[in-house]
């Protein structure tokens, strides 16, 4: 079965403290991994996609990163303005669905 | 910012009460999404169009029609409310001509709720 895992739920991190979200996943051909971030009470806000292996994607604190079973979501020397739930989804090779995880909310603290 | 508004932003109806959510996108995009976001289920894809008049079915469609008559709007009907329908729908739009790379675009959401 087709399935999105990220870990841990809820991360706290005191202002500065570099930590990594994990999102790990089982599908047959993978075409894309999708990283969002969203805000409470908004949209969820598009911040990534990796294609292959290997890949790295950066942006401002944020670097994501793919290997062939899970992404990692590294963030470093965060800012309170970085707590919101950050999800992943993949996509399928021949499919246009997305298959999101639940999420992982974080929290920093000043 | 991807021209997407959806309305209304809250609604609260009753069991049995038919309900319809509309999505508005600017950029006369092809493909267009609804999902429902539910605590510990993350996002879930309701139904599905890629072009006018194309619709189809994702994996929570039970209770949900959609109809898209113009490029620009995408409706959700609950045709009989029930509170297992309360919830957050989001529509998605993706930006290319196919979904070779589904790079999905959000709305602000709508807060549903069933009493």
């Known amino acids: 079965e087709d399935q999105v895992t990220q870990s841990p739920e809820a991360l706290r991190l005191q202002e500065g403290e570099s930590s990594s979200l994990n999102c790990s996943y089982t599908?047959?051909?993978?075409?894309?991994l999708f990283w969002y971030r969203q805000d409470p009470g908004k949209g969820p806000e598009f911040l990534f996609t990796l294609y292959s292996a290997g890949e790295e994607k950066e942006k401002e604190r944020l670097k994501a990163t793919l290997t062939k079973k899970e992404s990692f979501l590294h963030i470093t020397a965060p800012k309170p303005e970085d707590s919101a739930t950050y999800l992943c989804a993949v996509q399928k090779d021949s499919s246009y669905k997305l298959i999101f995880g639940s999420g992982t909310r974080l929290l920093v603290r000043p | 910012d991807a021209g997407i508004t959806q309305s209304p932003r809250h609604k609260v109806t009753e069991t049995g009460t038919p309900v319809t959510l509309r999505c508005h996108q600017t950029?006369?995009?092809?493909?267009m999404y609804w999902y429902r976001q539910d605590p510990g289920h993350g996002l879930r894809l309701i139904h599905y169009s890629y072009g006018v008049k194309d619709t189809d079915k994702g994996e929570v469609s039970d209770g949900y029609s959609v109809s898209r008559s113009k490029t620009e709007d995408f409706l959700l009907t609950l045709e009989s409310a029930t509170s297992s329908q309360t919830s957050v729908y989001f529509c998605?739009?993706?930006?290319?001509?196919?979904?070779?790379?589904?790079?999905?675009?959000f709305g602000p959401g709508t807060r549903l709720t069933v009493l």
């Open positions: 599908v047959s051909g993978l075409r894309g």
């Open positions: 998605a739009i993706t930006t290319g001509d196919t979904y070779t790379y589904n790079e999905q675009f």
């Open positions: 950029e006369n995009h092809r493909y």
